[in-house]
């Protein structure tokens, strides 16, 4: 089975500081991973992730992700917190090929909030 | 660029009511989900179904959650009788088919059981 951990639930960063957001994995096969990010009273957005290519991984809004099959990381970051980036982020992973369909499983989600 | 929709957005019932969440995935897919957040935890999975067959679900599925495709565009989560532990937000996703990695995600309906 895989499952994900982040570390830290809340995390605050000035405006224009280093966003960095950790996500560790655990999976008996190469995951699949993703990042999520969730507006105040809003959806699911899919923000990057990970299916097997470049190790180093870029989505929109600015943030990237590297994948680090030693360390089992997928951490999240971004150069420059803006204060539109306040938000809940999830790490999530799914086992690859496992049929057609499968499910995600989200870690616990970390919230980001933003300092002026 | 197409998205997966649900209504309502916002669902209060009364405890043992049944309410019926609906979802419109994205017209070419072919897996649909359903998942649940309760309010400051995490996302949960429900259900995957696919070609009119549930092909998983969890273990909070119970025999009070069912999902029907009633028509080519709709999919539904119905709560034959809800709890006051039902009141979550509950997502639909859906994937355009085998070895499709990316889940797209709705809105969301906040469903509120009193």
């Known amino acids: 089975a895989q499952s994900v951990t982040q570390l830290g639930s809340h995390v605050s960063v000035s405006e224009g500081a280093l966003v960095l957001l950790r996500c560790n994995y655990s999976?008996?096969?190469?995951?699949?991973l993703f990042w999520y990010v969730q507006y105040p009273n809003q959806g699911l957005q899919l923000l990057l992730k990970y299916t097997s290519a470049a190790t180093l991984v870029k989505g929109i809004n600015g943030f990237e992700a590297e994948f680090k099959k030693s360390e089992t990381s997928f951490h999240l970051t971004k150069p420059s917190a803006h204060m539109s980036d306040a938000a809940e982020y999830f790490c999530?992973?799914?086992?690859?090929?496992?049929?057609?369909?499968?499910?995600?499983?989200f870690g616990t989600g970390t919230k980001l909030q933003v300092i002026p | 660029e197409p998205e997966v929709t649900q209504t309502p957005s916002h669902q209060v019932t009364q405890m043992g009511q049944e309410v019926i969440l609906r979802c419109v995935p994205i017209?070419?897919?072919?897996?649909f989900y359903w998942y649940r957040q309760i309010l400051g935890q995490k996302v949960e999975f429900l259900v995957s179904?696919?070609?009119?067959?549930?092909?998983?679900k969890s273990e909070i599925f119970d025999d009070q959650f069912s999902v029907e495709r009633p028509d080519g565009s709709n999919f539904t989560l119905k709560i034959r009788s809800t709890k006051l532990e039902d009141s979550a937000m509950y997502f639909c996703a859906s994937t355009p088919g085998l070895g499709a990695d990316t889940q797209y995600f709705g809105p969301g309906t906040r469903l509120t059981v009193l």
């Open positions: 179904f696919y070609n009119n067959e549930i092909s998983e």
């Open positions: 999976s008996s096969v190469p995951p699949y």
């Open positions: 017209s070419n897919h072919l897996y």
């Open positions: 999530a992973v799914i086992r690859p090929n496992s049929g057609g369909y499968q499910k995600v499983t």
